[in-house]
């Protein structure tokens, strides 16, 4: 391996086809690596912001709320109060003296003056130091108000992001339960772990309603404080982003016995596949579910294959690398690149398991390059080494690609344009496409050295 890799992230990375994986995951990063993941704090904010109902106040310096304002850009069908950014803004005496009373202000004058269905507070690194009581001051609160406040128990430097969307979990399970779940139907689901990106989880309630199924409640793309409230209604609960809200459908599961199915709507196989289990989930329930299901996906099809052929004509052979948060985005991703006839030499995640990768390197190639936890330095390395045409990541990968001049996708939260379903292939190949065969490339020092031999090959012949 390259001297650029630090000899202690070794044994997070591994190369499909040399030896038994077993690569070294879900642990602190690396002092100094200059880590691509977030903090415990921006963890839970990335699950909750997106309840548009609700008031999201940041207990600590103004800096927290900053760095995670309007941080999903989930869109919301009416109330936006998500999209603020609330802050106690402690200071150097409130250190010294607690914050609890400036807390106390806060949620009183914010509740009265926006009226949310319910107030979640935040938990920073500060506030762990000096131990303010959190959840006395929102029990208050709650009973004052008549609302609930709900305390996320989220301070960052208890590890990474991961511990976020546990705490992120926790912090709606004291919601879920507190509404009657009257008039719900027998075929009825909850949408786990969409953020509503680009207004995505609308494409996918479509398809649900055209399948006959009823949406109790988005956790939490678009999502409404009494929906969550009476989800544990629903039959079964769809879990996407396995993430950030496994841990709450494996709460649900043990607490009132709901199940759950795991799902993707990325990519053309996944979001057929998940339609399909939902389809057979309920086909006692409704008989003509599983032939509703077959229909929508056909009539889905016959729209996307010709365009998708049409792209792969150019996008044959190139080769990409991959880097998100969640790992389910990598099998999707990979799944979906193999329809566009491109080769996937390099996957990474912040936040996969062992399991993950395990399952990662069955449907790989070989000599491709699993990472965890990476950082800029062995991305740009990998890049390099497999002289890719594509990089996809999120916000922080995009200048790595650019400054090695390749091409980019963004499929993280910064994107404006619908990725999921089956409109969302096509997007995703559009935009592939249109990064792919930019001619702006050739002219980028690593393919114009490429393109002079070629055309020095071309003169002596």
């Given amino acids: 391996m390259s001297t650029t890799i630090l000899e202690e992230r070794k044994d997070q990375i591994h190369r499909t ?120 001051v929102c029990r208050k609160m709650s009973e004052e108000k008549g609302i609930p406040v709900l305390p996320v128990q989220s301070e960052g430097f208890k590890g990474s992001k991961r511990e976020g969307y546990l705490a992120a979990c926790k912090a709606m399970l004291k919601l879920i339960g507190t509404r009657p779940i009257d008039g719900i139907s027998p075929t009825s689901i909850n949408i786990f772990g969409d953020f509503n990106l680009a207004g995505e989880i609308w494409i996918i309630r479509d398809y649900f309603k055209r399948m ?46 709901t199940p ?31 032939e509703r299901t077959q229909e929508l996906v056909r009539e889905e099809l ?70 965890d936890d990476a950082n800029p330095l062995e991305l740009s390395q990998f890049i390099k080494e497999k002289d890719v045409d594509l990089f996809v990541g999120g916000v922080k990968e995009r200048p790595i690609a650019y400054k090695l001049g390749v091409g980019f996708c963004d499929h993280n939260h910064e994107r404006k344009e619908a990725l999921e379903g089956f409109v969302g292939m096509l997007n995703f190949a559009r935009e592939v496409h249109s990064s792919v065969m930019s001619p702006v490339w050739n002219f980028v020092p690593r393919r114009a050295n490429r393109v002079i031999e070629t055309t020095k090959g071309a003169v002596n012949e």
């Avoid at 793309?221 to 494996?250: E, F, M, P, Y």
């Fill in 302 to 371: 016959e729209k996307l294959m010709p365009e998708v052929a049409r792209y792969r004509k150019d996008l044959e052979g190139k080769k990409v690398a991959i880097y998100v948060g969640g790992s389910f985005k990598a099998f999707s991703l990979l799944k979906a690149f193999r329809h566009l006839g491109m080769k996937v030499v390099m996957v990474g995640s912040q936040t996969g398991t062992k399991e993950d990768y395990a399952e990662l390197e069955q449907i790989s190639d070989p000599g491709t390059i699993l990472v």
């Fill in 212 to 257: 006959g199924v009823e949406v109790v409640a988005n956790v939490t793309g678009d999502g409404r404080v009494d929906d969550i409230s009476r989800c544990h209604g629903a039959a079964l609960n769809l879990v996407q982003c396995s993430g950030s809200t496994l841990d709450l459908a494996k709460m649900m599961e043990e607490k009132y016995g």
């Fill in 17 to 136: 086809g040399e030896g038994d994986i077993d690569i070294a995951c879900n642990r602190p990063s690396l002092a100094g690596a200059v880590s691509q993941r977030a903090c415990v704090f921006c963890g839970s904010r990335v699950v909750l912001y997106p309840i548009a109902d609700a008031l999201h106040l940041v207990h600590g310096p103004i800096g927290c709320a900053v760095y995670t304002w309007d941080i999903r850009g989930a869109l919301s069908s009416g109330p936006e109060l998500h999209r603020l950014s609330f802050s106690t803004d402690l200071q150097e005496i409130d250190v010294i003296f607690g914050g609890e009373k400036k807390l106390s202000a806060a949620l009183d004058e914010l509740i009265d003056r926006h009226n949310p269905k319910a107030a979640f507070v935040y938990s920073t690194c500060i506030v762990g130091l000096i131990g303010d009581d959190l959840e006395a």
């Fill in 260 to 290: 759950y199915l795991r799902v993707s709507y990325l990519g053309i196989e996944d979001m057929a596949d998940s339609l399909y289990q939902v389809a057979d989930f309920f086909k006692e329930q409704d008989p003509g579910i599983v």
